[in-house]
């Protein structure tokens, strides 16, 4: 699970470089730039969720996230399902229609993943 938290702590040191102001700058970075740590996040959870499938603790007929997610709802200890749903599907709409996510969702998703890996054990 090291690499786990490796994985994470890039994700939090991007979110941190994109929020931070360092005066005598002109650099501004949109809030567009926190749709790069929602994909990492969802990347990194996918990631988890094959792990967890491929050592049995459940079944799924395709390696999509989505399939992994719901084979797993009943079986591991999900905080918040819904949400993390909901931002599968604002991934999902950024990464096949160009769809952006606002700076707001992108922080509340990532921290939905966050506190499900936690609860897992991996963070």
Sequence with gaps: MD?????WEV???LMSKI???VPGYCET???DSY???LVLAFSLLDEVLSERQQSG???STTNQIGARMFASKEILPWVDFCLVDEGR???ND???KGQMVTEANCRIYVAAIEQELIVWGGL
Aim: glycine share 0%; aromatic share 4%.
């Design 94 to 96: 950024l990464a096949h």
């Design 29 to 31: 970075r949109t809030s």
């Design 3 to 7: 690499a786990i938290q490796e994985h």
């Design 19 to 21: 929020s931070r102001k």
């Design 57 to 59: 603790d459940f079944p």
């Design 11 to 13: 994700i939090n040191k």
């Design 35 to 37: 749709n790069l740590p």
């Design 89 to 91: 599907n604002a991934r």
